[in-house]
């Protein structure tokens, strides 16, 4: 009778704790995928390799402020200071209108600055004796040795930088980069038959104030369109070198004899 009566308080144990398995089963179920992830504590690490998984434009693997290099200029073109950021707009824009608009030519400019500028200093220093006031003094510019040295070595380095370039892109050994460079220049050539070099100039600055901060905002919308693209790229030039390229004779190395 012992025996009996463990054996059904063991059953009836066990009857309890089937709601509660049941409850608990259906607390998880309810909750979605996601949430069901996090619950697990691993949703963080699932979403960063998700976004691990989206190629950056152009191989970024930094943020975009720091491709600018972080510093003042970062911050001007990302409008980190909106009230900076403005005025730099708009005395670009300013000058652009005087130069393109109102057809001012920079000779002119700054003729017409030194006028102002001497005639502003002449009549102040005669009208100093009956104002009573001293002379307008004008400081001597002094530019510090090392700066200088610095830029031009970094300008320096930049230059041979670009030269290397320039020798790799034209030896050919790369052909797609080659005529990737043919065309950009061709497009550009373009370009300068409809707009003079300052118009050019003018709207690469206005893209600098533009495009980055809106990639900053956008960017996993940018990058998922940007390699939809760059696939469909790389399918027409396979196929472009596969009926133009691939047919272009080209001369065969003989073999040196020993």
Not at 11 to 36: T, W
Not at 225 to 231: M, N, Q, R
Request: hydrophobic residues 45%; positive net charge; proline residues 4%.
């Amino acid at each position: 009778m012992a025996e009996h009566a463990d054996e059904v308080k063991a059953a009836e144990s066990l009857l309890d704790k089937v709601p509660d398995k049941i409850h608990g089963h259906d607390s998880s179920s309810a909750l979605p995928p996601s949430e069901a992830v996090r619950d697990k504590g691993i949703g963080g690490g699932y979403s960063a390799s998700l976004k691990s998984k989206v190629n950056r434009l152009f191989g970024r693997e930094k943020p975009v402020h720091h491709v600018f290099g972080g510093g003042r200029a970062a911050d001007i073109f990302l409008w980190r200071d909106k009230k900076v950021s403005a005025g730099v707009l708009i005395a670009l824009t300013i000058i652009w209108v005087f130069f393109e608009c109102f057809e001012y030519h920079l000779l002119t400019l700054v003729s017409h600055l030194l006028i102002i500028g001497i005639a502003m200093l002449f009549l102040w220093s005669h009208a100093s004796t009956f104002i009573k006031k001293s002379p307008p003094h004008i400081p001597q510019v002094q530019i510090p040795e090392k700066p200088v040295l610095q830029i031009a070595s970094a300008i320096t380095s930049e230059i041979n930088r670009a030269l290397v370039i320039v020798r790799e892109i034209a030896s050919g050994k790369d052909l797609k980069q080659f005529l990737s460079v043919i065309a950009g220049l061709w497009v550009v050539s373009i370009l300068g038959k409809y707009y003079n070099f300052l118009t050019l100039v003018y709207i690469v600055v206005v893209l600098l104030f533009t495009l980055p901060v809106f990639y900053e905002k956008y960017d996993d919308q940018v990058d998922a369109v940007a390699e939809k693209v760059l696939i469909e790229i790389k399918k027409q030039y396979a196929v472009f070198d596969a009926k133009v390229l691939s047919k272009i004779p080209r001369g065969q190395t003989k073999a040196k004899k020993f």
